[in-house]
C-alpha cells in the first residue's frame, strides 16, 4: 500500500515540475490525451487540459462529448478536440472505444476521468 502525503507548498517547492530544454520543442515535451467531461461537466475536459498545459505538455489533445467539443475547442484552441458519441446518460459512448485507443496510443500519457 502507498504511502498517503500531504501536498504543501514545501512538497511542492521540494518536487518542482520539470523544466523544458530551451532547445526543444513541443514533440520533445510529451503528448497528453485528455478523455473527459460529460454533458453535464464540460469543464472537467476543460480543467484537465488547462493543468497538462501548466504542467508542460508539448501538445494537447482531448476527447470529450461531441456537444462540448466545439465550446472546449474554443476555450483551447492550441488543443486538438476530439468529439466521442454520446451515452443517453450524457456520457462518452462506449462505442468510441476503439477511436480512443487508437488516440492513446501515440499519446506520452493519458488522462481519464
Do not use: N, W
Not at 507548498?9 to 497528453?32: A, N, T, Y
Not at 480512443?100 to 488522462?111: F, G, K, S
Amino acid at each position: 500500500m502507498s504511502k498517503s502525503r500531504r501536498v504543501t507548498p514545501q512538497f511542492l517547492r521540494d518536487h518542482p515540475l520539470p523544466r523544458p530544454e530551451r532547445e526543444g520543442d513541443k514533440k520533445q515535451r510529451g503528448r497528453v490525451l485528455v478523455i473527459a467531461g460529460s454533458v453535464e461537466m464540460p469543464g472537467a475536459a476543460y480543467l484537465a487540459g488547462v493543468g497538462a498545459l501548466r504542467a508542460g505538455a508539448g501538445t494537447l489533445r482531448i476527447a470529450t462529448c461531441r456537444s462540448s467539443s466545439a465550446r472546449i475547442g474554443v476555450a483551447l484552441p492550441e488543443a486538438r478536440v476530439f468529439g466521442c458519441r454520446e451515452t443517453r446518460g450524457g456520457g462518452i459512448d462506449p462505442g468510441d472505444c476503439a477511436k480512443l485507443i487508437e488516440l492513446a496510443e501515440t499519446a506520452t500519457a493519458v488522462l481519464i476521468g
